[in-house]
């Protein structure tokens, strides 16, 4: 009994071992940018690189708030904007589009399923330039409909509700359908409902993978007024990085918050989505 204590205790000593050095690796580039942001120019630039500043300031988010020739708070207040237009396209057009795919039976459905899939191996490069192309015939360039709308039919979200949608007891449905449900009728009053834990989980993806964006807003924006975050802070990083490296490391740190924020308030729906879609190893 003792030795089947021991090895249990070896065990797990051993997995949490590997789990905090693992954490400590994620953890100690945030922790060093979080602690070089309320240092001076010339503390930053010591060596060597010291972790916990000698006289903790607040300049640097002075400076980065105030600077004439940036604008974080309209930088991050566009892609609020536009992460959130877009990811309520994602869910408009990925729900309707995984419960047809899921419950109806049309000729070619598993073959147009397997086609999209087969969509996802393609590299957003192959994308860009029709993309492109097609703002510009729209007239959408420099405007938030061409962060809001393209990539909205995302084969990511059809593929994830339509593995919850069939974990969904068709019994329901065929309940409704005695009480004169149609289709439209089953999807909102049954699905939907019953859904949440997914649908959620695909929205905070669809809207962290988009407010992170980089290379799309960087192409299809050129004014100030339509800048996202990710493109103000390359901005920043190219004006000021031989001047003032802890004003940088400032806007990165306020560019995350909304992040963080996000993924705290909605953690537990973020684990039950994933878990009940079968990305977990279900």
């Known amino acids: 009994m003792d030795r089947l204590r021991r090895s249990s205790f070896y065990k797990y000593f ?37 972790v916990i500043p000698t006289e903790p300031t ?63 191996m393609l590299p957003s490069q192959v994308t860009l330039i029709p993309n492109y192309l097609l703002m510009r015939d729209l007239d959408w360039l420099d405007s938030f409909r061409a962060l809001i709308f393209p990539g909205a039919a995302n084969v990511f979200g059809v593929f994830l509700l339509r593995q919850f949608f069939m974990q969904i007891p068709q019994e329901l449905e065929e309940a409704a359908v005695l009480d004169g449900a149609s289709y439209f009728g089953r999807f909102r009053h049954v699905i939907l409902p019953l859904s949440m834990n ?17 290379f799309w807003p960087l192409i299809v924006t050129s004014s100030l007024e339509t800048r996202t975050l990710p493109v103000g802070l390359t901005i920043l990083n190219q004006s000021y990085a031989g001047q003032y490296r802890p004003m940088i490391l400032a806007g990165a740190v306020l560019s995350t918050l909304p992040i963080l924020i996000v993924y705290i308030v909605f953690q537990r729906r973020i684990i039950k989505g994933v878990t009940m879609t079968g990305l977990a190893g279900r």
């Not at 609020?80 to 795919?101: I, K, N, Q, R």
Request: glycine letters at 4%; a positive charge; aromatic letters at 14%.
């Open 58 to 120: 607040l300049d640097a988010y002075r400076q980065v708030l105030t600077q004439q020739d940036l604008r974080l708070d309209l930088w991050l207040r566009n892609s609020l904007f536009a992460a959130s237009g877009h990811t309520l396209a994602v869910l408009a057009l990925c729900a309707p589009a995984a419960y047809a795919f899921a419950r109806l039976r049309f000729p070619g459905n598993k073959i147009l399923f397997a086609f999209l899939l087969a969509t996802i």
């Open 198 to 214: 997914a649908i959620m989980a695909l929205a905070i993806f669809v809207f962290l993978g988009h407010y992170n964006d980089l």
């Open 14 to 50: 051993g997995v949490y071992l590997f789990l905090f050095v693992l954490g400590a690796m994620v953890l100690f580039p945030m922790v060093i940018a979080v602690s070089q942001s309320f240092m001076t120019n010339q503390e930053v630039n010591r060596w060597p690189p010291k």
